[in-house]
């Protein structure tokens, strides 16, 4: 398993306002539409359900071809409240301005993918009222959608174990702060001890705001993986939830999905491109080699982290590791034993020494795998290092029965026939 080094990082961001305890807490759902409009009265369906009621529901339109006031609007609960830009924005912006919207004590930011499970609300309000958290870290399901499905499908529901700890806890607890920086260690070194799903975070408002850096929540080209591992580093308290309470993955292009199983196509398919005005990118730039686009946003994302956090930073970008990653996305087409066989000279020529000649030990040792048994354990053991996972996160199958709609998956959970292993 992956060591985590002990650490000493615990900020304090004075006195905050804390929420009163003696009330349900009021729970704000946060939807930044981008790309899908499809599944959005299924996503809102899965809050309007809850047998909970202090909530909104925030949905922000990022100027879709028809507006979602159109979509949504005989719903008739005054808790959805919508919002929309007269401009496309960037990710990071869209979710910026859909979270300045809410309202709430605690708030969630489920993107445009997901839902909410049946105890959701109440997994929440419980843990609120028992440890009063800055922050909430919960499993999620993983609807496996059949891409191409001419029905549509959702596809079957697997349980996507989220964290390298913990798995045979069924209890929610609090996370030491030594280990949670540990989890923003590893996502510095491209190591990552957790899976980061918008769905599995849930903050205080308080400490929510006080993660703004220049006056924003959100930042980066992955600003999930920025937001999440900067609340690691600096929350006080913790809380996880290690049972699945929220639902990510409803459309065929997961994000999240497609980099975790490496999608043989993902390098070339990941939504938009490198903002080749971004200051974090230009400083970047002369270290920076063609490979996985997902991995240059990455360290983008992760360079961001590491300025934001200043001096408090738990350990620097890990260039290097970052620089083999690439190397290997060039080399191999997928996770499989598939491989090119060449690196061609534009990627070879801004290789360092030292690089070239890890670059040729990899290419003879593959050559040799055929009839070398050594080679191809060795070959194994440099594969498995270069994981951009600290664990295994091996989805394990929950319901095999094709959901058709987000709303036939949700009553199927709250008829308890959809249970984590």
Known sequence: GFHFEKGCLKLSYGKKSRICVKKEPFISIVIPASFYCNNILDMIYTVSKQNYQNWECIVFDNNLDRPLSEVIEDIGDSRVKIFRSEKLLSTAQCWNSAVDKATGDYVCVIGDDGGVGPLFMRTVADIVRSNKPDMIYSSVFKLLSSRGSPTGSLGSCVDLPSRSYSSNVASSFRLGSKYAIDVARASLSFRRAILFNMQSLIFERGFLNYLRRDGLIFHSPLPDQYLANLGFCLAKSIVIAPKPIAIAGVSGNYIGNRSLYEDDNFKDSFPGTINMNDPIYNILKSKILPGSLFNTHYLVTMRYLQDHLDDFSPSEVDFDRYRKLQIAANLFHSNEDNWIGEVNYTVRE???????????????????????????????????????????PVAQPVDTRSFKTLPQFYRAWVRGEVKAP
């Open 350 to 392: 801004q290789l360092t020494a030292q690089e070239n000649e890890w670059l040729e030990n990899l290419i003879d040792l593959t050559n040799r795998c055929e009839t070398d048994e050594s080679a191809r354990t060795t070959l194994a053991e440099i594969r498995s290092e270069l994981a951009i996972f600290a664990f295994s």
